[in-house]
T-cell receptor, first 113, second 114 residues
Framework: GESVGLHLPTLSVQEGDNSIINCAYS??????FIWYKQESGKGPQFIIDIRSNMDKRQGQRVTVLLNKTVKHLSLQIAATQPGDSAVYFC????????????FGSGTQLTVLP | GAVVSQHPSRVICKSGTSVKIECRSLDFQATTMFWYRQFPKQSLMLMAT?????????EQGVEKDKFLINHASLTLSTLTVTSAHPEDSSFYIC??????????FGPGTRLTVL
């Protein structure tokens, strides 16, 4: 079912430090996961994805880890920059496509100078 | 990457009026588009799936007569909020499916109903 948060968890990090954002997903049958970044007043932007047959995937400055046993995803951002300040959502879907996405509640990341 | 636009970006209307929001895929064709609603500091909630040339599929609890969706071409879906009330004030976001796997999001439309 849909996951809607009543409030956004927040994470504050110093510029240059690494950030770790966590997400618990709801459906054990989900097999495709995506992290999105949403800046204020804008639509979500794709960051990185991972399929359920993997437990780790790396992109440029970002790494996604998947633990299917506990239905947990994390997004690691290396050397966090001011431009990384945004809300980060994980999304899950079935059947290896991005057809119907269920979004997590999101985390507000604030990068401190 | 694929670009999705929305128009208008912001709209303010009086209670009881109807508002139309357009979602366009600018450089690709999309047989499927999605409409989401997002309240402040909350997640995106899927309202409906818009299929070109056929009726939209609405999520449970979303009134199809209140949120009219038309997907008349492969690059345009419209969402009309009929007889809008203050509780309909929200951020409406569309997305378009490119191929099987990728969903590209529009920039959103901020609706304020007075």
């Amino acid at each position: 079912g849909e996951s809607v948060g009543l409030h956004l968890p927040t994470l504050s990090v110093q510029e240059g430090d690494n950030s770790i954002i966590n997400c618990a997903y709801s459906n054990s049958a989900s097999d495709y996961f995506i992290w999105y970044k949403q800046e204020s007043g804008k639509g979500p932007q794709f960051i990185i994805d991972i399929r359920s047959n993997m437990d780790k995937r790396q992109g440029q400055r970002v790494t996604v880890l998947l633990n299917k046993t506990v239905k947990h995803l994390s997004l690691q951002i290396a050397a966090t920059q001011p431009g990384d300040s945004a809300v980060y959502f994980c999304a899950e879907t079935l059947s290896g496509s991005a057809r119907q996405l269920t979004f997590g509640s999101g985390t507000q990341l604030t990068v401190l100078p | 990457g694929a670009v999705v636009s929305q128009h208008p970006s912001r709209v303010i209307c009086k209670s009881g009026t109807s508002v139309k929001i357009e979602c366009r895929s600018l450089d690709f064709q999309a047989t499927t588009m999605f409409w989401y609603r997002q309240f402040p500091k909350q997640s995106l909630m899927l309202m409906a799936t818009s299929n070109e040339g056929s009726k939209a599929t609405y999520e449970q609890g979303v009134e199809k007569d209140k949120f009219l969706i038309n997907h008349a071409s492969l690059t345009l879906s419209t969402l009309t909020v009929t007889s809008a009330h203050p509780e309909d004030s929200s951020f409406y976001i569309c997305s378009a499916l490119a191929g099987v796997n990728e969903q590209f999001f529009g920039p959103g439309t901020r609706l304020t109903v007075l």
